[in-house]
């Protein structure tokens, strides 16, 4: 089979690998069929000096495939069932997981994660434990599920476990063109909140507008805090999503209300930020670290995208051979939404989906770039278009006559849809 591989720091490439060996009690092997692009694969990319790992390496931390074989003592999964993976190994048996408390697992360290200290997902082939796998519902697709792992749950554990947002509330949520920000800013919106949105450049301000945000604010130009209590009338936010670092932090504690709520899940402007303490006590604010997330916010996210209530926005589709491209992508942060870039096995395109108001979401040229590769179709309003895509047949409907859908074929999923309205998508 084919695996691509970190060979060493910064380099990596796409090699014949063994395929695994039967699986073992308690495990299945699974067929990938996409894996997604983050920013835990950009560190493991350039190497950090901490990570106890022995390269090489297969890469790739979030994916979705189905199950190719079953081993002994596994009765919750059949060959053919659509999963996705989660990449941090369990044990399974401390109080954390026996609470349902994954990403707290008090055994992590010795597992590791998958793709960064261990093999990864970017490999036709893998084996893992059953419970490392998650279901996925009917109608969602691989390229959309392989997003459910780490974008969608992480956001998912960030906004409702640890800031208990609901509806009716105000959130600013900060670089919110990135995987993560653009699911938070739809996550928040579909709950009923009141979004105030942060982005690093002009171009970007009329696409997280289109996402729902409800003001967005390019901060380099203008000091969000200040923009954050005016639009509050002077109050202050209730959460604050961070994930930027010592850029925001001083910024993102002035934004917030008394009794406000800070979650974080990342920090890529640096390590260290100052804290004004006399601030954190007296404005009552609360501090939240958010890593990762537990099984049944991958579950939570999946159900959102079964439902079509939420979807992620994805920047590009590419083969898994430009896996370093998409690094070099996410890194130079060019893209418009950097952290959700979703790869086919093996190595073909995918598909992209529209954003949430069924806008295009990608550069025109990347998408005739990817598109130029497959069959191009063209349908009118109200056009029905039946995909033989996996882990069902699914049905869109158009509704302005702009979709370009290819129809997938036996050997994979080959489809691609880029609408500016699919009016139903349902699985049949
Ligand atoms: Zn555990």
């Not at 994954?102 to 082939?125: K, P, S, T, V, W």
Request: proline share 5%; with cysteine.
């Amino acid at each position: 089979m084919q695996a691509l591989r970190l060979i060493e720091d910064g380099r990596l490439a796409l090699e014949d690998a063994p395929e695994p060996t039967a699986p073992g009690a308690g495990e299945v092997i699974v067929r990938m069929k996409t894996v997604a692009l983050n920013h835990i694969d950009l560190w493991g990319f350039r190497g950090m000096a901490f990570a106890k790992r022995k390269l090489p390496i297969v890469a790739g931390v979030e994916g979705a495939g189905e199950i190719a074989a079953v081993g002994p003592g596994v009765a919750n999964r059949r060959p053919g069932d659509p999963v996705v993976l989660y990449a941090g190994m369990i044990c399974g048996h401390c109080p954390a997981c026996l609470r349902g408390q994954e990403n707290l697992c008090e055994n992590i360290a010795d597992g590791g994660i998958m793709g960064f200290h261990r093999d990864g997902l970017a490999a036709q082939y893998v084996r893992l434990p059953a419970r490392q796998t998650i279901p996925v519902p009917a109608g969602v697709d691989w390229a959309t599920s392989a997003t459910a792992p780490v974008t969608f749950a992480t956001v998912q554990h960030m906004l409702f476990d640890n800031a208990r947002l609901v509806a009716g509330e105000t959130i600013l949520v900060h670089a919110a063109g990135s995987g993560v920000g653009t699911t938070a800013v739809l996550m928040a919106k579909a709950v009923g909140a009141r979004v105030l949105a942060t982005v690093g450049s002009e171009e970007k301000i009329a696409r997280v507008e289109a996402l729902g945000a409800d003001a967005v604010l390019n901060y380099r130009k203008d000091r969000f805090e200040t923009w954050a209590r005016r639009q509050t009338g002077k109050k202050g936010v209730d959460v604050v999503f961070e994930h930027v670092g010592p850029d925001t932090w001083a910024g993102s504690l002035l934004a917030l209300k008394r009794g406000g709520r800070l979650v974080t899940c990342g920090s890529t402007s640096g390590i260290s930020a100052e804290t004004n303490l006399f601030q954190v006590f007296q404005q009552q604010l609360r501090i939240i670290g958010s890593f990762g997330a537990n099984f049944r916010n991958v579950a939570e996210g999946l159900a959102k995208m079964a439902s079509r209530e939420v979807l992620p926005v994805i920047d590009s589709v590419i083969d898994l051979a430009d896996f370093g491209q998409g690094l070099k992508r996410m890194a130079d942060r060019a893209g418009w939404n950097p952290t959700t870039t979703v790869l086919g096995w093996p190595g073909r395109a995918t598909m992209t989906g529209p954003d949430s108001a069924g806008r295009p979401n990608k550069p025109a040229e990347d998408l005739a770039r990817i598109l130029g590769r497959l069959e191009r179709r063209r349908f009118p309003a109200g056009a029905i278009i039946i995909g033989g895509g996996e882990p069902a047949e699914e049905m869109y409907i158009v509704e302005d006559g702009l979709a370009e859908v290819l129809i997938s074929d036996r050997n994979g999923l080959s489809k691609i849809f880029h609408s500016s309205r699919i009016l139903t998508h349902v699985a049949i």
